[in-house]
């Protein structure tokens, strides 16, 4: 399936002077980073959509483009209590 979008010639010069010659994967990524962002895609859907093998590497790319983890104080609060019940010994 293909997704067109309908631009002006001069919006399309525009845009591929901002982005470069491939504008549909700057799309791609564009859709990607939003996505991520808003929380409507996990880390891996943008990792499939982007094509990369692992999640260090969808990771790596976010970070290059400035896009933090989407990790709040309850999943830190979630994953402590895990951690505190696998390993009652230690102090987290």
Same mark, same amino acid.
């Given at each position: 399936? /293909?997704? +067109?979008?309908? =631009?002006?010639?001069?919006?399309?010069q525009?845009?591929? !002077?901002?982005?470069?010659?491939?504008?549909?994967?700057?799309?791609?990524?564009?859709l990607?980073?939003?996505?991520?962002?808003?929380?409507?895609?996990s880390l /891996?859907q +943008?990792r499939? =959509?982007?094509?990369?093998?692992?999640?260090?590497?969808? !990771?790596?790319?976010?970070?290059?483009?400035?896009?933090?983890?989407?990790?709040?104080?309850?999943d830190l609060e979630a994953d402590?209590?895990?951690?505190?019940?696998?390993?009652?010994?230690?102090?987290?």
């Amino acid at each position: 399936m /293909a997704t +067109v979008l309908e =631009l002006s010639s001069q919006t399309e010069q525009e845009l591929r !002077e901002a982005f470069g010659p491939d504008l549909n994967q700057a799309a791609i990524e564009s859709l990607a980073i939003v996505g991520y962002r808003s929380g409507k895609l996990s880390l /891996a859907q +943008v990792r499939r =959509l982007l094509g990369f093998d692992n999640r260090w590497q969808t !990771e790596k790319w976010l970070g290059e483009r400035g896009v933090t983890w989407n990790y709040s104080q309850e999943d830190l609060e979630a994953d402590r209590k895990t951690l505190s019940e696998l390993f009652p010994d230690k102090t987290l």
